[in-house]
């Protein structure tokens, strides 16, 4: 059985950081592509990073430069670096997996296999 399971959400200062990590368990981790996205109080998940099987990453826009994803394939987790957090980047934080296209970048919910509960961040003006 796939699981995914993020920790470290939390509250912030806006300015501040977060690391936030997915420990992935019933998957031959280094195959899937993985990514991260996030939701917002009535608004849709949206995409927020991605890391391709092979370590190629890539990010929306607004986080670029402020956001780093990483991933350790002898662990099988990945990380998620946040800093400069804007109170506009409040929201739960999920990651996703994906087997299909492990060496594509992929930006869309729907192209995901595998999603965990998600983590809670809230960063404060």
């Known amino acids: 059985q796939v699981q995914l399971v993020e920790s470290g959400g939390g509250l912030v200062q806006a300015g501040g950081s977060l690391r936030l990590s997915c420990a992935a368990s019933?998957?031959?981790?280094?195959?899937?592509?993985m990514g991260w996205f996030r939701q917002a109080p009535g608004k849709e998940r949206e995409f927020v990073a991605t890391i391709t099987s092979g370590g190629s990453a890539y990010y929306v826009d607004s986080v670029k430069g402020r956001f780093t994803v990483s991933r350790d394939n002898a662990k099988n987790t990945v990380d998620f670096q946040m800093n400069s957090l804007k109170p506009e980047d409040t929201a739960v934080y999920y990651c996703?997996?994906?087997?299909?296209?492990?060496?594509?970048?992929?930006?869309?919910?729907?192209?995901?296999?595998?999603w965990g509960q998600g983590t809670q961040v809230t960063v404060s003006s």
């Open positions: 996703a997996a994906n087997r299909r296209y492990p060496n594509l970048l992929l930006t869309t919910p729907g192209q995901y296999d595998y």
């Open positions: 019933g998957l031959t981790f280094r195959i899937y592509a």
